[in-house]
């Protein structure tokens, strides 16, 4: 990664918005104790290539008519994941309006998930919908 990280794990200069985003950092915490369900909105290729263990996944193109299924253990709160950010927090922006008002997107996706909390993860880049490893 060529940003360095502030000392919340964070890409130096990024605007965070608490009110829809969580750190990657704060969201290993809040799995860690079990406080979380997290939903990954990335595609199915996506999916396979590589993932968050414990993560539900339900595509964003299918999430509005899906969001139904749903169903975190009470006093969990709901973060959805992508490759980078900006589809998960669109996914938390839809699930606050349906109702899930605690939903966070994990700032910097799958991508800065394997770079700051679990390397075992694999990175990946993905063009005209086809995902190449990071090697």
């Not at 490759?83 to 109702?99: C, D, E, F, P, V």
Request: charged fraction near 25%; hydrophobic fraction near 35%; include cysteine.
């Amino acid at each position: 990664m060529t940003t360095p990280l502030d000392a919340r794990g964070l890409p130096e200069g990024y605007p965070f918005r608490p009110q829809y985003e969580i750190t990657p950092r704060e969201a290993k915490a809040l799995l860690e104790r079990g406080a979380c369900f997290i939903v990954d909105c990335r595609t199915e290729e996506e999916w396979d290539t590589s993932r968050v263990e414990g993560a539900a996944h339900i595509p964003l193109a299918e999430l509005e008519l899906r969001a139904d299924e749903i169903e975190p253990p009470p006093g969990t709160v709901v973060l959805t994941l992508c490759h980078h950010g900006r589809r998960s927090l669109t996914a938390a922006m839809l699930l606050q309006a349906r109702g899930f008002a605690e939903a966070r997107s994990i700032v910097g996706g799958i991508d800065l998930w394997a770079l700051d909390i679990d390397p075992s993860v694999p990175r990946y880049t993905k063009e005209n919908g086809i995902c190449t490893p990071i090697t």
